[in-house]
């Protein structure tokens, strides 16, 4: 099965995602590419962090399952090679899994939202964004929750991160049970 896990930038998918795929040994994870700086409170596997010129080339050649320029950066999802019998989560932004579904119809979309927007504001000032990014991030992540809600096949709070974790958790068993 294909878990395709989604939401404003800011909101927690990487947190969730890390803390469910250490729970889930079934879960295989696929790192995207960016050409965006590494922050600085950001694990080093967050990303596959790359050049703009490597990012280019990869995706001439066929390489990424989807890419999305945003906000000057590239973001790509590589090909995915999931090991044998292991299910494949990816965590990327909405227009890249509107893409995924189109390829992937059966796959399943999971919207992470946060509990307001001021939760959503105070957490990408916490990570270090400029006050100008966060504008448009908020901006951005507004467009993505309303059309993400009407896309989305399961919707999960990040108000508490265990309570979001085990959401998740419980998003990946339904469907796996029905599959």
């Known amino acids: 099965m294909i ?5 404003p930038g800011g909101v927690g998918k990487g947190t969730i ?3 469910l795929v250490q729970r889930d040994p079934d879960l295989y994870l696929s790192r995207s590419w960016t050409t965006r700086e590494q922050r600085s409170n950001e694990s080093a596997n967050a990303y ?3 050049t703009p010129d490597q990012f280019r080339e990869k995706a001439a050649q066929g390489g990424f399952l989807e890419w999305v320029e945003f906000l000057g950066n590239f973001y790509g999802t590589p090909l995915p090679h ?3 019998g292991a299910d494949l989560l990816l965590e990327i932004e909405l227009e890249g899994a509107q893409k995924v579904k189109a390829i992937y119809p059966e796959a399943v979309l999971i919207l992470v939202v946060p509990p307001s927007l001021e939760e959503l504001r105070q957490r990408l000032q916490r990570r270090g964004e400029k006050s100008e990014r966060i504008d448009e991030r908020i ?5 993505e929750m309303k059309r ?7 919707i999960v709070m990040n108000d ?3 309570t979001a974790v085990q959401s998740l958790a419980d998003i990946v068993d339904k469907y ?4």
């Open 17 to 19: 995602v890390e803390q």
């Open 82 to 84: 999931p090991p044998e």
């Open 160 to 162: 508490d991160l265990d």
């Open 3 to 7: 878990f395709i896990v989604s939401g």
């Open 148 to 154: 993400g809600e009407s896309l989305a096949d399961a």
């Open 48 to 50: 596959k962090f790359v």
């Open 139 to 143: 901006e951005k992540g507004q467009r």
């Open 176 to 179: 796996r049970q029905t599959n």
